[in-house]
């Protein structure tokens, strides 16, 4: 298995409802976590219950950058085998 975690931003008053369905959901993003590479973008679920994020691996730091739009306020980052 290759570990991944994905990277999204999400509204911080549903962190609840979505931890419901990603229980290794955690605030924070990918990095603080040693992901560091970035590996694609992808979407899981089906509207309306979807969340599109980054995915990123173990590896040397990456110059990649995420910016969530100002409504969103907060990255939270799932950890996926």
């Not at 990603?22 to 924070?28: D, F, I, S």
Request: include cysteine; charged fraction near 20%.
């Amino acid at each position: 298995a290759n570990p991944e975690c994905g990277e999204c931003c999400l509204q911080p008053s549903l962190y609840s409802f979505w931890k419901l369905f990603e229980p290794k959901l955690l605030p924070g993003d990918c990095a603080s976590q040693g992901f560091t590479k970035y590996n694609g973008t992808e979407t899981d679920g089906v509207w309306p219950l979807s969340v599109t994020n980054d995915r990123y691996v173990r590896a040397a730091a990456s110059q990649q950058k995420t910016h969530c739009p100002r409504e969103l306020q907060a990255i939270y980052a799932d950890m996926h085998d």
